[in-house]
């Protein structure tokens, strides 16, 4: 059997800030050892609340659009073609700044799903 998938062919789920498809988990393709979703930012949006994850490590890679990340309290600017690796148990957020949507794909290792991440709701993204 082809391991192939269109990312249309996942239905897309609205989570506070972005919109998501599960590229690989247990519900689409089963990666052993990671879970890829791609998400869609829409301009002024940030990525809510913030979170981490205890047990994963998450790299995100910016396909279109620009907008910030706060690591732990951080901030550096992101645009198409920066990669950002969110390191275990750190807390994150993204924020699109620009004038278009922002498009990501998240890969986490080892897998994870929405159930296992730790949310910080006190924490805003900082201006």
């Known amino acids: 059997m082809m391991t192939i998938i269109?990312?249309?062919?996942v239905p897309e789920v609205e989570h506070p800030g972005r919109f998501m498809r599960w590229l690989a988990n247990e519900d689409s393709l089963q990666a052993k050892n990671l879970s890829v979703c791609v998400i869609r930012v829409l301009p002024g949006e940030?990525?809510?609340p913030a979170h981490s994850h205890?047990?994963?490590e998450e790299l995100i890679y910016?396909?279109?659009g620009s907008g910030k990340v706060m690591i732990e309290g951080e901030v550096g600017e992101v645009?198409?073609?920066s990669a950002i690796l969110f390191e275990q148990g750190k807390v994150h957020m993204l924020k699109n700044t620009g004038d278009v949507e922002m498009k990501v794909i998240c890969f986490f290792a080892p897998a994870t799903n929405i159930d296992n991440y730790k949310m910080f709701e006190g924490i805003e993204f900082p201006e």
Do not use: C, L, M, Q
């Not at 269109?6 to 062919?9: A, M, T, W, Y």
């Open 79 to 81: 645009k198409a073609g």
């Open 46 to 48: 940030a990525v809510r």
């Open 54 to 56: 205890p047990n994963s």
């Open 62 to 64: 910016i396909i279109t």
């Open 6 to 9: 269109h990312e249309s062919d």
